[in-house]
């Protein structure tokens, strides 16, 4: 933590915001019903309590101690425990009225005071503005706030600000201008699913470079940040996922469940990458291709436009033994005469000729292992290639083969190519990838399914990748 900073409970939003909330600062935390302000602000204060020594005070005009504290027991935080430590308290006012606000004031403020609080929520000053019958009421106690609880005390303060639907002024406009920092909360659709996003609207002495982050409130609140501020690297290896009976499993354990326990055998899939997705394609499916190879099937890939089989190898090895890699992986070249076990060379001159090729190579690793195969085609390179028509005239007949061998293709497209609505039309399960925000997440059209972050964990050499649902 920086000198000067309190975290924010949100491990990710600190790194984007520069180490945190300025310390002693206040906060207006703004949204529309429903947009996750209630759990941005239990988190700041519970973690702040039970993880940096901070003890908080969370002030309630919106909902009662029992409801307050049920519902957080659904995101993992245990109030009553900090309570009785003395780390916390919960101030109930859902029943204030203009005449109470003095008497209300001076228990807070006494409460923040007895508590030697660093931490204050208030829920929320659009509730308590709407006790009073002029706006100069509410800024008296706006001002009275920001004066003795922030300033005198230095107790780092969230007001939070409930907007209505469809209006972009913040609470009564006066809020935002005296804050340090303002941060909305927005809830709306990406491609009719659920997208929830933060944005910094302003935030006193830090250089906020990536303004807006997609959120999740799924077991508390999370923020995905922008593939720049984490390491986007490879891993070292990839745990091994058994194939269940009925499936063969993608080497993601979220995603198996999404797919219902994985690939079926003869399924012709679909990933479409988004235009300004820049992440390397092939490590979208390297935990898939490693979890094949390391249970001896034969893997077959025709990479994306503009890759070629030694800079796959550069992605597989060392996720893949440098010796598994050559006995189960075939990789196309174009015109490459290179006599390395891995490389498969097409001309790239007569679209049948090279598929009878990669189909060869696709019999001799069942061959081999007698289990089934996964191939793996950029199909930008088909069309880049052979040219549209060629293209759609060896389609029916990949399909087939596919389902009559009873093997697993992946296919990757760019949504710019011509033959991208035939293929969504064709395949089984339909996968998108898009960049929202800077970081990469993954969504099912086939089956349709909420938006996933793509994240890559390593612990201890080993790594697996995650998907989060934004809930």
Request: glycine share 10%.
């Amino acid at each position: 933590m920086e000198l000067g900073r309190i975290s924010t409970g949100i491990p990710c939003l600190d790194q984007i915001i520069g180490g945190g909330f300025p310390r002693g600062s206040l906060i207006l935390l703004a949204g529309n019903p429903g947009t996750g302000k209630t759990v941005f602000s239990a988190q700041f204060i519970h973690r702040g309590a039970s993880e940096y020594g901070e003890n908080g005070v969370y002030v309630s005009f919106a909902e009662s101690r029992d409801v307050f504290y049920n519902h957080m027991h659904g995101f993992g935080f245990d109030f009553e425990k900090l309570e009785e430590g003395g780390r916390f308290k919960f101030l109930d006012m859902v029943t204030v009225r203009e005449e109470g606000v003095s008497t209300m004031l001076e228990m807070v403020l006494g409460e923040v005071s007895n508590l030697k609080a660093k931490r204050l929520v208030v829920d929320s000053f659009s509730a308590l503005a709407h006790a009073f019958e002029e706006p100069i009421d509410a800024r008296i106690i706006l001002h009275t706030i920001l004066g003795k609880i922030v300033r005198q005390q230095g107790c780092t303060t969230l007001l939070i600000v409930e907007t209505p639907t469809g209006v972009e002024r913040i609470g009564m406009g006066m809020e935002e201008f005296v804050a340090d920092g303002a941060i909305r909360l927005l809830r709306h659709e990406h491609e009719g699913r659920l997208l929830r996003e933060l944005e910094v609207l302003k935030l006193r002495g830090a250089e906020v470079g990536q303004p807006k982050s997609a959120f999740t409130i799924k077991g508390g609140f999370k923020v995905f940040p922008p593939l720049t501020v984490k390491e986007i690297e490879g891993p070292v290896k990839y745990n091994v996922i058994p194939h269940p009976e009925t499936h063969l499993s993608s080497g993601i354990q979220g995603l198996d469940e999404i797919l219902n326990h994985g690939f079926r055998r003869g399924t012709y899939n679909l990933i479409e990458v988004g235009r300004d997705v820049a992440f390397p394609l092939i490590r979208l499916v390297r935990p898939t291709i490693c979890n094949f190879a390391n249970q001896g099937h034969g893997v077959a890939i025709l990479p994306p436009r503009g890759i070629s089989a030694h800079r796959i190898k550069y992605h597989l090895v060392p996720p893949l033994e440098d010796e598994t890699f050559n006995r189960y992986v075939r990789v196309v070249d174009f015109g490459d005469d290179d006599k390395d076990p891995h490389v498969l060379a097409l001309k790239g001159k007569s679209v049948e000729e090279d598929l009878e090729t990669f189909w060869s190579a696709v019999s001799k690793l069942r061959e081999l292992t007698g289990k089934t195969v996964l191939s793996v085609v950029g199909v930008d390179s088909v069309e880049y290639m052979y040219g549209r028509e060629e293209g759609l005239k060896i389609l029916g007949r990949d399909i087939t083969l596919i389902r009559n061998r009873e093997d697993v293709r992946i296919n990757f497209v760019r949504p710019t190519i011509a033959i991208a609505d035939q293929l969504r039309a064709l395949v089984d399960i339909y996968l998108k990838v898009d960049e929202i925000d800077g970081a990469l997440f993954l969504y099912g059209v086939k089956p349709k399914t909420p938006i996933y972050s793509f994240d890559v964990l390593t612990q201890r050499g080993l790594s697996e990748v995650k998907l989060t649902p934004i809930v």
